[in-house]
């Protein structure tokens, strides 16, 4: 067996002992040895977990985009560079193990960019012997609250307005279920 197929496996139980549901997993055959990954749903909140054979860890991907809202006219979210400059100037929000960036939404193609969103990708480091349910939790209970919190500092500096109904949903939502390998 492969490390990655048992680091996935290992995320996998970490996940539902976590309550938490896998939505879908795919298994990529693009080289020899294949690209792994994980829907995870946490809590109504859908990452993505990626096992690139290259790579020494997993990774982590949460990422929510405006345009993807009933309540929202893509049209009225502010310029992203102007995004950029509340999300990171002096918040702190990018000191993690990971990267944190901007979503960008380009109206017909004019060339103006605006807010569209954030994506955060962590490395999950679940080829570790020490990987453990801890770990998994520490993890989940870090990259959700650190969306949220992006996106409370964006909206609250750029004034962006959003309905009590309706939270904001994350790129992998509505996504259809496919082939499994579990």
Known sequence: MR?????IGRVASAAVANGDTIVNSYDIPSNEQ?????????????????????????????????TNREDIDPETLPPAPEARR?????????????TIRVLEYTPDGNGDTHFDGIRIVRPLYAYDPDFSFR????????????????FSIV????????????????????????????
Not at 3 to 7: C, Q, R
Not at 160 to 176: A, K, M, N, T, Y
């Open 34 to 66: 294949g690209h792994l990954g994980l829907h995870i749903e946490h809590r109504e909140t859908t990452f993505r977990v990626n096992a690139d054979p290259g790579a020494q860890y997993l990774n982590v991907v949460l990422a929510a985009r405006l």
């Open 155 to 182: 909206s609250d500096e750029l004034d962006i307005e959003f309905s009590d109904e309706q939270s904001i949903p994350s790129d992998e939502e509505d996504r259809p279920s496919g082939p499994s390998f579990y």
């Open 3 to 7: 490390p990655h197929y048992e680091a």
């Open 135 to 150: 770990r998994y939790r520490e993890l989940v209970t870090d990259i959700i609250p650190r969306l949220n919190n992006g």
């Open 86 to 98: 509340a999300l990171f100037n002096g918040t702190g929000i990018e000191d993690f193990d990971g």
